[in-house]
């Protein structure tokens, strides 16, 4: 790098400081890791204000697409324009060949639990994950108990969420098994990036992801009924005041499909329909954007109106397929997350490829009392909650929020887990006109049909706000481009 481009980083980094988190631009001594140099050596050759020029262009670009996301009980509206950073996260192809068999393997193994614990129990009933534990998650379906899903697949559209620790290592964080969002994010950050930095994006070599929603329609189309060469399918959208509506239509007009609400459909002897201006047209597959509980007021919550009555029967005389299955969320509960390393062992007969983050159960008078006398160097989580709500991060919390989460927790321990709070990886961020760091997470999209599908890269999440470790949209996140490199 020249003297110049070596000045002008310098005033573009200004005083970019460095901790015992791991940072993904820089090593340890300072120096730049070498996947980033091209990236450095770019921004560096670039006039004072193109960076914030392109940026402004990014942002028109947006706003045009109607790139937004909802945010409930917020004063200042609902709606808003999905927060993004311009600078792209980079990710080496042999660490990404490293997550890309570590998911497949916790995938396929997730799905075998999910099979078993609705048909022979076998993993119960070798009390390797307490029976107590599946039986009282909220998201268990005993309607599902003895059904047949369509090619055994429970799990079709996954989104885990995953950090990297300070030892450069990463960590599976979440799993994501019911109606996991953003890959509509990650789709149009990388158009808007293209456009941004097109030389730079040609130069890497960046791994393409396009064709995620030719392979998501394609493992929609592998799971349709038997007897139903050219199938129907819809994506099932609560509607327009959903937080991820603008993914819903995205997603389903570049599949090509029809997006619907469930007063669209109608279910008529165990085959559902949809209404259209030519009359009733039977539909094979539904991707399901609605949670379980709203989905068959017949069967599930009886006041919801956004799902179809008589959807669920259907789908158990194996006329319609919904994806993902019901009754998926209890391998999402964050108190059996801590049982996946002993799934994954009991199932495939290997060590996790991936491991966890050590987690504390609430049900567990030993853990739990450990956990009580350290609320303020921990974690703690609502088992069925998302979107970093029913959380406490006791480094940032009150006294008075401390005493609050241990009276929730005496009084409910199944419904919370702890874990350690996580220093996990920071990525340069364009703050003003400067580059800073933020914690960032990773969430690849997991396509599991006739085989599993991983598209290279996925939303890499930030906490934008100085210091946060929170990095969901709803509480002042945002997203990144991913780029995986080739060889």
């Known amino acids: 790098m020249s003297a110049g481009s070596t000045a002008e980083l310098e005033s573009l980094f200004g005083d970019y400081p460095l901790d015992h988190a791991y940072d993904e631009l820089r090593e340890p001594n300072g120096e730049l890791r070498e996947h980033y140099c091209a990236l450095a050596e770019t921004l560096a050759r670039l006039p004072k204000d193109e960076l914030k ?155 393409p992801i396009e064709r995620y929603p030719q392979l998501l329609l394609s493992t929609l189309r592998s799971l349709a009924p038997e007897g139903r060469p050219e199938p129907n399918i819809v994506l099932l959208t609560p509607g327009v005041f959903n937080s991820a509506y603008f993914e819903h239509t995205y997603l389903a007009r570049q599949m090509g499909i029809d997006l619907v609400e469930g007063r669209d459909l109608v279910a008529h002897d165990n085959i559902v329909y949809m209404r259209t201006t030519d009359g009733l047209k039977r539909v094979d597959v539904i991707y399901r954007r609605v949670d379980d509980d709203f989905s068959d007021p017949l069967v599930f919550r009886s006041d919801s109106i956004l799902g179809c009555s008589g959807l669920f029967n259907a789908y158990r005389a194996g006329n319609v397929t919904v994806t993902n299955a019901f009754g998926t969320g209890v391998a999402d509960d964050k108190a059996l997350y801590a049982y996946v390393p002993k799934i994954i062992r009991f199932y495939l007969g290997e060590d996790p ?20 006398a350290n609320l303020d160097k921990l974690v703690v989580k609502a088992v069925g909650e998302s979107g970093g709500y029913g959380m406490l991060i006791g480094p940032h919390s009150t006294a008075a929020q401390r005493e609050e989460f241990a009276r929730r927790i005496e009084d409910n321990p199944r419904n919370y887990i702890a874990q350690p709070t996580l220093d996990f990886s920071r990525a340069p961020c364009l703050i003003g006109e400067r580059l800073e760091p933020r914690h960032v997470d990773l969430r690849p999209y997991i396509l599991f049909g006739d085989k599993v599908n991983i598209v290279p890269g996925g939303l890499t999440r930030v906490a934008l706000e100085k210091g946060s470790l929170v990095v969901n949209s709803s509480q002042g996140g945002g997203s990144k481009d991913t780029w995986v490199l080739q060889d």
């Open 353 to 372: 490829i991936l491991p966890n983050v050590e987690t504390f159960l609430m049900t567990d008078d030993r853990e739990r009392k450990h956990v009580l």
């Open 53 to 207: 020029r392109r940026k402004q262009s990014a942002d028109i670009s947006f706003l045009t697409q109607g790139i937004t996301f909802t945010v409930y009980g917020r004063d200042e509206g609902t709606e808003r324009i999905f927060p993004y950073d311009m600078l792209p996260r980079l990710i080496k192809a042999r660490e990404w060949e490293h997550i890309e068999r570590g998911l497949t393997q916790r995938i396929t193994a997730l799905n075998h639990f999910l099979r078993d614990i609705y048909s022979d129990a076998r993993i119960l009933n070798e009390k390797v994950v307490p029976q107590e534990l599946v039986y009282s998650c909220k998201q268990f379906r005993r309607q599902m108990r003895g059904l047949q899903v369509p090619r055994n697949v429970y799990i079709a559209v996954i989104g885990s969420d995953l950090l990297r620790l300070n030892t450069g290592e990463f960590v599976v964080l979440e799993d994501n098994l019911r109606v996991p969002s953003g890959v509509s994010y990650m789709l149009t950050n990388r158009r808007v990036m293209k456009r941004t930095f097109p030389q730079l994006f040609h130069n890497y070599g960046v791994r």
